[in-house]
């Protein structure tokens, strides 16, 4: 059932809103922020660097403390500051120059509405699941091509691909017009599922967590690809073998759609 404010204690509201009503409405007291043009930009920076950071962190312990090495999929490799500075000032280069201007054009064109009440807890779910399973399928036609097709590769993907063993910030190393791909792609399916802003944002968020895991370079007990069931989901380590042999592993996350087209290329890692 819809209310048009479930904060109000005399209007009935379903108990999947009445679960999520607090956080929203406590979302909703910085609506200056959120309706601000300055926030996508402001909110996807600070959510990357925010879940690359502890990989960073763990990835300088490994020198003094050995027994972390066991969680990498490479233990003699460590990213050095030669390649972890590059990386951020692009990702934070491309972010300013770029993705800001396309999101203050959009602001002035259609300025974000915030509603009152707050999504079903259940809906929130569904839309998340469902985005994550449209993204999975339309990057891995986006990244077929781009390998299957020498000029794209070379002239659009190829600078993902110059880290070989990937780490956290390598994740957002990548030219513009893969940046904007993913962005159009990522957007796009919240819009066509008509996603509650919440949503959104949870989506958003789940989506850079998954997408610096699997570059990560970590294979931890509690890593996703060991939380669900069957091998649907791939993970860090079924990404790592896309890094390291180019010809295999195209989706992001999900198994599936290289196991229909025959690209899927599993290994033996220890502790898997």
């Known amino acids: 059932m819809s209310c048009r404010n479930c904060s109000d204690p005399q209007v009935l509201c379903s108990s999947g809103q009445l679960f999520l009503q607090p956080l ?21 920076i600070t959510t990357y660097v925010g879940f ?19 969680y990498k999929i ?24 770029f993705v800001f201007p396309v999101t203050l054009l959009h602001w002035v064109r259609s300025p974000a509405l915030l509603p009152h009440e707050a999504p079903e807890l259940l809906l929130l779910l569904y839309h ?21 097709v ?4 070379r002239t659009f993907h190829k600078v993902h691909h110059q880290n ?23 957007m796009m399916n919240v819009t066509l599922l008509g996603c509650h802003p919440l949503t959104t944002l949870t989506f958003h968020v789940v989506n850079i967590w998954l997408s610096v895991e699997d570059h990560s370079g970590y294979n931890f007990p509690w890593s996703t690809h060991r939380l669900v069931p069957f091998g ?37 890692v220890p502790g898997r």
């Open 24 to 44: 929203w409405d406590h979302l909703r007291s910085w609506e200056a922020l959120l309706q601000s043009p300055f926030f996508p930009v402001i909110f996807s």
């Open 52 to 70: 690359c950071l502890p990989f960073v962190v763990l990835d300088i312990l490994c020198s003094w403390v050995p027994a972390l090495r066991r």
């Open 74 to 97: 490479h233990p003699d490799f460590s990213p050095s500051a030669r390649q972890l500075l590059p990386c951020l000032g692009q990702t934070l280069y491309q972010h300013v120059m």
């Open 128 to 148: 998340i699941l469902f985005c994550l399973l449209l993204f999975d399928m339309e990057f891995f036609v986006w990244h077929l091509l781009h390998h299957k």
């Open 150 to 153: 020498p000029w794209l590769y």
């Open 164 to 186: 070989s063993s990937s780490f956290a910030l390598a994740t957002q190393y990548m030219s513009v017009w893969e940046l904007f791909s993913l962005g159009f792609f990522d």
């Open 232 to 268: 649907w989901y791939g993970g860090v380590v079924h990404h790592d073998l896309h890094h390291s042999h180019f010809n295999c592993n195209f989706a992001p996350y999900f198994t599936h759609w290289d196991k229909i087209l025959g690209t899927l290329r599993t290994a033996s």
